[in-house]
């Protein structure tokens, strides 16, 4: 499975970006994307999810962020509205597969990470 992120950017703070991860393979066997971001000298954290059909949020970015999946185009979004400088790092998607018997998905790791793109929220 390799995933490609797109749409991040330089916004001012209030603005809204949506991020796009493309993923290639063998996309049947995930069953959940995941976004994460990460700022220089801090851990990654997690942001959102969409599992099963089940959007889930880290709470500073309940009701501004939204996740989505298109499993016919095999992407995942992350549409962020109001932007705040705290929203800066670089997002990274994962991809959770499956733990299934079926030769594609056994063969497969636990999960992929895209390589990540840069948002900058301005002040």
């Known amino acids: 499975v390799h995933l490609v992120e797109s ?15 493309e993923a290639s393979g063998d996309t049947g066997c995930i069953h959940a994307m995941v976004w994460y971001r990460q700022v220089p000298g801090e851990d990654r954290e997690w942001v959102a999810a969409h599992s099963g059909g089940i959007e889930s949020y880290r709470d500073s970015v309940k009701g501004r ?12 979004y992350l549409q962020m509205n109001s932007l705040i ?9 994962k991809a959770d597969i499956v ?25």
């Open 85 to 93: 400088p705290e929203d800066t790092g670089v997002y990274y998607c």
């Open 65 to 76: 962020f939204t996740i989505s999946r298109d499993k016919d185009r095999n992407t995942a």
């Open 7 to 21: 749409g991040g950017g330089l916004v001012q703070a209030g603005g809204s970006l949506r991020l796009s991860c």
């Open 99 to 123: 733990a299934s018997p079926v030769p594609e998905c056994a063969t497969l790791d636990r999960d992929y990470w895209g390589q990540g793109t840069q948002v900058t929220v301005s002040s």
